[in-house]
């Protein structure tokens, strides 16, 4: 019988979110955190450019997407590796660094993809309790042991729209073992104007033992064509470059890449309409009746009242309604859903359908 590594049937299969509603003539897709405003309209055209160009393989090494970004980020270019989103930089950063018997650690509320990628390799994920639905750093530090290889921290942390700050990230890391890696999932990062935040950037940069990743699915709106990337010290690029497939990064992805990253207006633009939607939506769900957790992320995290079963209800309602919402029982937060900062017509609708239901 064929029978795979230990603890790959361990793997609950990540479920994105919904993204079809039969019957409904509209469908509003608030269940995946994508950009409401699109990609760059530069991001389309370099998309666009590369029709004639099908036959030909990507560069392997992504030099001038990683240029381009290295210039936006004021980093080393040497320091990035690209990646098929940055799932596969998290997958990858696991399967280079932990195995059986490993223990891999994040937050209780954290990103999904971080048990999926540890149970893959056969290593066991471990959480740490949060406080007020934000990461906690003394928490984390008392859970890290000898066979802990990787530590995730979503900052900010998907779903629940928190962040800790830059000094917390760094007593975090200050008490870890040097043999742990730390890595910094900022995937929501150009949404955040707090002045306490810094994307990890610096850290990565000063130390040996800290990756940061980010990605183009989000303030960028490439999530159709897969790209992340990662910023790390030159040993942890050595690796990953040993282990990633030779073209993991289409050229379609690259060059689109290059234009978005470039295009700090539309980044502008995308985080001045998120803040003035989320800010709008929040107000009047909590009038509503909701009890909304502060994101500085492009999306929000809502409590019903009626726990669980009204949650449920909510989302099933609404879907019926061709509004798609991300439930949030497999992140241990039954009675909350995840809204999607979508567009302001979006935005309207979806509080007119949960005013409705509400009541
Ligand atoms: C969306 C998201 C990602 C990344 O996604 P890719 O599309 O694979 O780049 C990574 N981490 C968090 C916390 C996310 O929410």
């Known amino acids: 019988m064929l029978t795979p590594r230990p603890g790959i049937l361990d793997v609950a299969p990540y479920v994105g979110g919904e993204s079809l509603a039969p019957g409904a003539n509209r469908v509003i897709r608030l269940a995946s955190n994508e950009n409401p405003l699109g990609a760059s309209a530069n991001a389309v055209a370099a998309y666009e450019a590369l029709r004639g160009e099908l036959h030909r393989y990507p560069d392997g090494g992504a030099k001038a997407l990683r240029a381009a970004i290295g210039e936006v980020e004021g980093i080393d270019p040497e320091g990035i590796v690209c990646g098929a989103g940055s799932d596969e930089l998290i997958a990858l950063l696991v399967k280079a660094y932990a195995g059986t018997g490993d223990e891999v650690l994040y937050s209780a509320h954290g990103f999904l993809m971080y048990a999926i990628a540890a149970r893959t390799v056969g290593a066991t994920p471990v959480t740490a309790p949060e406080a007020n639905l934000t990461a906690d750093v003394d928490a984390l530090l008392v859970r890290a042991s000898p066979r802990t290889k990787l530590v995730f921290l979503a900052n900010p942390n998907n779903p629940t729209g ?39 950037a610096a850290l990565v940069g000063e130390c040996d033992n800290v990756v940061m990743t980010r990605t183009f699915s989000k303030i960028h709106g490439l999530a159709a064509l897969r790209l992340g990337w990662a910023y790390c010290p030159p040993a942890v690029v050595d690796v990953l470059n040993r282990v990633r497939g030779p073209f993991n990064v289409s050229q ?16 502008a633009r995308s985080r001045r309409h998120n803040k003035q939607a989320t800010a709008r939506f929040a107000a009047a769900a909590t009038a509503a009746g909701l009890t909304v957790f502060p994101s500085v992320g492009n999306f929000v995290l809502v409590r019903f009242p009626g726990g669980a079963s009204a949650a449920e209800a909510a989302l099933a309602t609404l879907r019926r309604q061709g509004i798609l919402l991300r439930g949030m029982a497999a992140y241990g937060l039954p009675d909350c859903l995840r809204i999607t900062i979508g567009s302001d017509e979006d935005m309207r609708d979806t509080m007119q359908a949960l005013q409705d239901f509400l009541q």
Request: proline share 0%; aromatic share 8%.
């Open 252 to 267: 379609a992805a690259q060059s689109a890449g290059i234009a978005a990253v470039r295009d700090l207006e539309h980044c």
């Open 162 to 200: 928190s962040y800790i700050s830059d000094a917390e990230v760094r007593r975090l890391r200050a008490g870890l073992a040097d043999e742990t890696l730390l890595v910094i999932d900022a995937a929501y990062a150009e949404y955040v104007e707090e002045t306490d935040y810094t994307d990890g």
